[in-house]
DNA sequence: ACCTGAACACCGTTCAAGT
DNA sequence: ACCTGAACACCGTTCAAGT
């Protein structure tokens, strides 16, 4: 039996992890400290630190389950056929970074496993997305998977910096016109 | 007579913000703590907070004579009526983001009046380029300065990120085909 | 007029001591 | 097996004391 997890230490977990999202929430990623996170929980820092071995694991633990949403969402766009799959896609994302100050450069800097995986993870169904959108003309033929989630993430970072959700639409809508294949002009 | 600043404090001045020039480039923006800087001018903390009211006016001291070349440049390349002056003026302005690391987001995060006001300025003479590009038909006609200000500052930030200046090239040419006029299509 | 450096509250992070 | 909270080195920032 390896079941040997304690009650308490589920709690804690779970405390630690609803603390954060809410402090997150509030005041932004950044300006949430580790040892603001484990007071709000209740718990002393060495507490916060056992469960997470570091700041980026406990934000992939916050925002992980919209990025793999975000995945299945590439998935759903392309088995669809939907012919703006590429462009709802980057909305949610945007929407999704949007969701708490911070979380751009945090995703744009991921250095630990943790994060970085699922961040991954989700970058390979936007690949797969975007390689099905250069065939149906949504995309031009040498846009890659990379190119557009840098590039909204780019948007979303400028857009929480100045502007707000406004300016992020309105940086979407000029970024993705590049991507866009051109109007074809019948000779 | 008002010249009653002194010799020491003009040397300290000029020491400090030589430090901060060196261990910005060395470690970044970020990564350079203020005692960091005090320290390698060979000063203590208390001088540096009294020659700068905080971080943001030091950044503003070491980049802003780059900032102010980047106005003059913006206003020579209209003058001189170049095809591609925006064009040119934004692979500038990612030349100066990229000398040091975080400058993308010191920029779009300046609240001080010392650092703000510098990029006010040159954001007024990119302005003043880009209508005189929508004229030309280097640009889109509903295309503005704090687009192009705003997207050239997120691809600069995005670059850091990954990727490098290969990939900063490589986004500014995609974000750029977006805010070109579309190839008109003679009917 | 300017510099010094100790001081304060804080942060990230660790770890001995407990249960 | 897990929690606690003191502890360390650091940071931003201030300020009394000096010259």
Not at 128 to 138: C, M, P, Q
Request: overall charge negative; hydrophobic content about 45%; glycine content about 8%.
């Amino acid at each position: 039996m390896e079941q040997a997890v304690r009650a308490d230490a589920r709690r804690n977990r779970a405390r630690l992890v609803e603390a954060a999202r809410r402090l997150f929430a509030e005041v932004g990623i950044e300006a949430a400290s580790m040892n603001d996170v484990a007071r709000r929980a209740g718990v002393g820092p060495g507490t916060l630190w056992r469960h997470f071995p570091n700041k980026e694991a406990l934000i992939a633990e916050v925002v992980g389950e919209s990025l793999d949403e975000l995945a299945e969402l590439a998935d759903e766009l392309r088995a669809a056929g939907a012919p703006d799959g590429v462009r709802r896609w980057t909305s949610a994302l945007l929407q999704h970074i949007a969701s708490y100050r911070g979380l751009a450069a945090s995703l744009a800097h991921a250095s630990d496993d943790l994060l970085a995986g699922r961040c991954v993870a989700s970058e390979q169904a936007l690949a797969r997305l975007v390689e099905h959108a250069r065939g149906t003309g949504e995309l031009r033929a040498d846009v890659t998977g990379p190119d557009v989630s840098r590039l909204t993430t780019a948007v979303a970072w400028a857009a929480e910096a100045a502007g707000g959700p406004q300016a992020a639409k309105r940086l979407l809508d000029l970024v993705f016109s590049g991507l866009t294949d051109r109007a074809e002009c019948p000779p």
